[in-house]
């Protein structure tokens, strides 16, 4: 029960807070009304069973402890008397549907309760990688560990983003509504990086006993494509939706009947999703089509259709994807793109290549406390026969994943004789 509250929970924190904030006009206590009701419900569900609609249930428990709040408030407060009354009228007399059809009138054009959460929360008072840890946190119901493993930072540093950020909302009196056309064009890219953060946390879980979260990458796609449609003209976003749309179309893919996960050389390809491959490949066309060929995510997302149009993992275009790599260092220089890059590197020009760039890597602090350097390393390696060296650095991975799965992964390939062509990404 508590694993099944766990992933309810991930599932629609983002929708609750979302929809609290845009009533109370405070991010605060938001998060902490949503907190009471998932209390709640560890306190209901084991003795009561899961609810039809669990999702419904912890709003309308987090609405109604907002109401007992407000009204608390007024009964303290002789100037809130009358407010008080007609909370207390409309929780008693007016109807669910009503109360909704209420809310949605006074919806903006953005449509989506989660949208407007990532744009205020993406304001300039707060500084940029608080913007994206913040909204990471009230979204994807994102674990503070979480969140650092994907900035690849100290958790402490994470939890002191958070709390400025709060602040910084707070003090600055930010209004609760999404911001005019062009403040949004500001925000753009943080926004961006948000939903691609939360896909990829669906995409590989950082921790726990699930290689992925389904239903974040759902989520995600569900935003991009949202929000596609409201900025047709802006090819950062149909670039980004276009390396969602693909990548998704491999998770059938990605794992066995067990659960276990499934390297991208090793997956069958007739399990990859082609509607999903075609509705990337459109969006891909229109972010190149707007002039954003050179935008980080169309450039990553033309890696991804490198593997989407490959039939068999042999007819992989390596030396296009590692040009492409070179290209994505030089507008969006990172550690993560230059690993990527070795891997191609290595499957375009031989292990030994590949071990080449990896091991220039190998001081980079960022990838200090992360298992993806060893992991890669061990792969080049293992296809170099190099067995004793390749088995020390899966070791050194799988102490470093906080992930079960890939964990288990990784222990298994340090007997295992290297696969031709083993390198890939899963």
Known sequence: MHRAIDAVWRMEAGTIIGALARRGHDIGSAEELAQEALLAALEHWPREGLPDNPGAWLMTT???????????????????????????????????????????????????????????????????????????????????????RAFLVPEPTVAQRIVRAKRALGSAGVPFELPPPAERLERLASVLEVIYLVFNEGHAATAGDDWMRPALCEEALRLGRLLAARLPAQPAVHGLVALMEIQASRIPARTDAEGRPVLLMDQDRSRWDRLLIRRGLQALAQAEALGGAREPYALQAAIAACHARAATPQDTDWPRIAALYAELAEVAPSPVVELNRAVAIGMADGPAAGLAHADTLA???????????????????????????????FEAAARLTRNAREAALLRERIAAAPAPGGAGAP
């Open 62 to 148: 987090a609405k109604h402890r907002g109401l007992d709040r407000q009204r608390q408030r007024s009964m303290q407060d002789r100037r809130h008397q009358e407010l008080g009354a007609d909370l207390d009228a409309l929780q008693a007399h007016v109807v669910p549907d009503f109360v909704d059809a209420l809310d949605a009138a006074r919806e903006d054009d953005l449509g989506d309760d989660l949208l407007r959460l990532i744009f205020i929360a993406c304001h300039p008072v707060v500084s940029a990688d608080a913007r994206v840890a913040l909204t990471l946190r009230l979204l994807g119901g994102l674990s503070t560990a979480e969140i650092a």
């Open 363 to 393: 001081g980079d602090p960022a990838l200090a406390r992360s298992h993806l350097l060893p992991s890669v390393r061990g792969e080049f390696l293992a296809r170099l026969g190099r067995h004793d060296e390749a088995g020390a650095a």
